[in-house]
């Protein structure tokens, strides 16, 4: 399937954000806002989803920071950090307030999934266990911790696959997740224009996105993908 890229669009909607005209039309993906607090994730993917007209299942995770990876076909609750799926009509969620949210789309292959990537599921290589068609896949990376916020320990130093994502300023060091990502999806065949970056920081926006590093607070934002 060719692509024919246009400049994707971000729509704002009263709880959630869509992403438009990167992925294909039977795709929806998008993010909630603060007036959805991702504590019951079931009744907030309804309540987004409630003038949509589709009907839908739904399928998320006990989030380990891990490596785990899941091809689905049955909606549910999973122990991992990335779901995958070629069903239609099954949303796939995760849940962050800094993390990286990565949404994905096999265009040969017909899947979509998403990704949960904190650091620690950086660490333990989970991008390494995605089983798709990276050369004819496309990928959003979501709102999250930035470059310009991610203030990290010397630990990060230690450990080889995110050290070169990992900058001074200032007498700080700070991890560069979205680069991360990038760098590994592009190396497994991923072409670059087929990669965007909503570009959108946890930390500096207080007004829709939630924020552990910037509040502690329990609340999450739902990111979601859902084949029509």
């Known amino acids: 399937m060719s692509l024919i890229i246009t400049k994707m669009k971000l729509i704002e909607k009263d709880d959630f954000y869509l992403i438009k005209d990167f992925f294909p039309s039977d795709i929806v993906a998008g993010f909630t806002k603060t007036t959805l607090l991702g504590r019951d994730v079931m009744g907030d993917m309804r309540k987004a989803f409630v003038e949509s007209g589709i009907d839908f299942g739904i399928a998320f995770m006990r989030q380990l920071h891990s490596g785990n990876v899941h091809f689905i076909d049955e909606q549910g609750v999973y122990e ?35 990704v949960h990537l904190g650091w620690r599921s950086a660490k333990e290589g989970i991008l390494d266990n995605l089983n798709i068609d990276f050369g004819h896949s496309r990928a959003v990376a979501g709102a999250a911790l930035r470059k310009c916020c991610f203030k990290v320990t010397d630990e990060f130093l230690e450990h080889d696959n995110l050290m070169p994502f990992v900058r001074r300023r200032n007498g700080n060091l700070y991890y560069d997740a979205v680069a991360f990502a990038k760098s590994i999806l592009i190396d497994k065949g991923l072409k670059n224009i087929r990669f965007r970056d909503l570009d959108m920081c946890t930390l500096c926006d207080s007004r829709n996105l939630f924020s552990y590093r910037r509040d502690k607070t329990k609340k999450r934002m739902l990111s979601f993908i859902l084949k029509k």
Do not use: E, H
């Not at 969620?93 to 979509?112: E, G, I, S």
């Open 80 to 114: 991992g950090d990335a779901l995958f799926t070629k069903r239609s009509g099954l949303v796939l969620v995760v849940k962050t307030a800094d993390c990286l949210p990565l949404f994905l789309y096999d265009d040969k292959n017909d899947v979509a999934g998403v």
